[in-house]
């Protein structure tokens, strides 16, 4: 298939040695339909635990597409063929309890979104909804997921506090906190600092890199500085196909494919 | 003319109208309160009317106008609570909730008049329900149901997209979603909303006076027992309300201080009215604050 100057077909994905590198995630024959329009093609991609894989692309290239299936988030407006293996289960599969699936694959959303809740209160309300009910066990999660989302010497003091009077990039990562207090197994973030000024993006990005020890991060990004400061593997998305799919350091300075060089040159269109 | 000056004009003119709709307003407002809040005592809010005699009060129709708007809220809050999560959080977009919105839009613009007609065919005559405060507010239901749903879906929508996303990416679901965490943030909205309602309902007479009917039974307010006939809070003694009584006075009235009867009565009603407007405003303000801002 051709369309515009780049050929959709003349791809190049990186595919893992399963002996010497662990899979947290795999997608087979992914596609999504938004109603008759197909947003995304063929994703067969494979996400390594303990590792950062960012995904970019143009606007409107079917990242957050793509991304969203991986969750189902999209469950009520798409329509997702193809499989998406976890743990050797197919978590695309009707039969999944998307509750339970949602506390292993959390997620962060582009704007923050803290619940109008104390900051301690939006870290133990979904705990609490699961049963967790020792007042003592809270605490201590609440400590160590602020302490992971790299917050909690910042807020230590103002627990009580509401989240919405915390900064953009504080809301932010207190929103990273909320996601890990689940103990998940996989974070997904979609453009987490695009409404974040410098600054507070450079915090996010440090906590990352503390937040791949434990857990896999997939992370879609236009920032193509970010993606090359804390991703292992990037994948380039162009209307809806993944046409190059390999470590950072190659899509970077030596992309194989033409589109891919254009695009992180800045000579695409 | 140039750009400055037509500015400056269309600005003048706006001004203009906005003073001349303000001092009507202040003029209405002002004269009701002059001519009423002299007649307006303690005697007059706590004694029962009087139908040919000088001296009555409005006690009676005080309560029953409160008794009535509770109830009313009573029935018409949970229904329009529930149609308007499910109207905002559930309705799939298609021909029927199309339909049903319709439905909701044009009984919101029904004249109170004919939900009046409606609910006196229906309740009083057809289900023998009588004049009678249920029959009152089961026809102020109707009145308020659309506009309160309304305003229900209306703050529901008001919580942004992402707060929905943020709950079920926890792993929460749909149902604890909506209920725990967008309905408290929408709660400002909705109680606003509701207050407004109310005064609204507090000063309605039309629907009221083929439904509640236009008597005062003597109430003993002694008597507590919903079920005896006496007491002030059984359902199915007619009562007439506050909005009722002003309007017959005016029609009927033979009692030779009618007018001052009706112009107190008038004043009352207002303030009834000023203050749920503005405990409204304050209630909603409040809250919005205290689920938004530092504790
Ligand atoms: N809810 C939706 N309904 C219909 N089309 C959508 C929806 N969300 C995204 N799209 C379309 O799918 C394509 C990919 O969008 P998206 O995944 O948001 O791209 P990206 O995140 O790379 O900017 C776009 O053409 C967009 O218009
Ligand atoms: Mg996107």
């Known amino acids: 298939m051709k369309a515009g ?20 995630l795999s997608t087979h024959d992914l596609q999504v339909y938004y109603g008759n329009k197909h947003a995304f093609y063929d994703g067969n991609l494979q996400f390594e635990r303990y590792k950062i894989t960012a995904l970019i692309g143009a606007s409107g290239s ?32 009707k039969k999944i309890n998307l509750y339970e699936m949602r506390k292993q694959i959390g997620m962060v959303f582009q704007r923050p979104n803290p619940f109008s809740k104390s900051i301690k209160e939006n870290i133990t309300f979904a705990l609490k909804e699961n049963g967790i009910k020792d007042k003592q066990k809270l605490d201590e999660i609440v400590e160590k997921s602020l302490r992971g989302a790299a917050l909690w010497d910042e ?16 809301q932010q990562r207190l ?46 990004t236009h920032n193509m500085q970010q993606a090359s400061r804390v991703s292992d593997y990037t994948a380039f998305f162009h209307m809806g196909h993944v046409i190059e799919y390999g470590k950072t350091k190659d899509i970077f300075t030596n992309p194989k494919i033409q589109a891919t ?9 | 003319m140039n750009t400055k000056k037509v500015n400056k004009l269309a600005l003048a003119v706006i001004k203009l109208i906005a003073a001349v709709v303000v001092v009507i307003l202040a003029f209405l407002l002002g004269k009701i309160l002059l001519s009423g809040l002299p007649h307006v005592s303690w005697h007059f809010l706590t004694t029962p009317s009087r139908s040919f005699t000088a001296g009555g009060g409005i006690g009676i129709q005080l309560f029953n106008s409160f008794y009535l708007l509770i109830l009313t809220l009573l029935i018409s809050f949970p229904l329009s ?12 977009k298609n021909r029927v909730t199309e339909g049903v919105r319709m439905a909701i839009e044009v009984l919101s613009s029904l004249p ?45 929508n008001n919580v942004p997209k992402l707060q929905r996303e943020a709950g079920l990416a926890l792993g929460l679901s749909k149902w604890h979603t909506v209920t725990k965490i967008i309905l408290p943030e929408a709660l400002p909205g909705i109680l606003t909303g509701i207050v407004l309602c109310a005064g609204r309902v507090f000063g309605e007479a039309a629907a009221l006076i083929y439904t509640a009917g236009q008597s005062a039974t003597n109430i003993d307010f002694s008597n507590w027992n919903p079920f005896d006939e006496s007491s002030p809070l059984n359902l199915f003694r007619p009562a007439e309300t506050l909005a009722v009584h002003i309007w017959k006075i005016n029609s009927e009235g033979i009692m030779p201080d009618a007018e001052q009867i009706s112009a ?32």
């Open chain 1, 5 to 24: 100057k780049y050929d959709l077909n003349d791809t190049s994905i990186m595919n893992f040695d399963k002996q010497k590198q662990e899979i947290a």
């Open chain 1, 62 to 93: 079917g990242k957050s597409t793509f991304l969203r299936s991986l969750n189902r988030m999209n469950d009520d407006v798409a329509t997702v063929t193809g499989e998406i293996m976890y743990r050797g289960i197919d978590i695309n599969s």
């Open chain 1, 155 to 170: 807020v230590k003091d103002d627990l009580n506090k509401s989240a919405l009077a915390l900064s953009g990039g504080q």
């Open chain 1, 175 to 220: 929103c990273i906190a909320r996601a890990i207090a689940m103990g998940p197994d996989i974070l997904l973030m979609d453009e987490p600092c695009s409404a974040l000024d410098p600054i507070s993006t450079l915090k996010v990005e440090e906590t990352m890199h503390e937040l791949k020890k434990k857990y896999t991060i997939i992370i879609v």
């Open chain 1, 261 to 269: 060089e254009d695009y992180v040159s800045g000579n695409f269109g």
């Open chain 2, 81 to 92: 609570l529930g149609a308007g999560i499910y109207l905002a959080e559930y309705a799939p």
């Open chain 2, 112 to 156: 109170s008049v004919v939900v009046g007609l409606f609910g006196f065919l229906l309740f009083v005559v057809q289900f023998k329900m009588g004049f009678s405060i249920i029959s009152g507010a089961i026809a102020l239901t109707f009145f308020n149901l659309p506009l309160l749903t309304r305003n229900v879906e209306d703050s529901l």
């Open chain 2, 264 to 295: 107190g009565a008038s004043a009352v009603l207002i303030v009834a009215v000023l203050i749920f407007n503005l405990s409204a405003r304050y209630l909603g303000n409040r809250l919005y604050k205290r689920l938004t801002a530092s504790k």
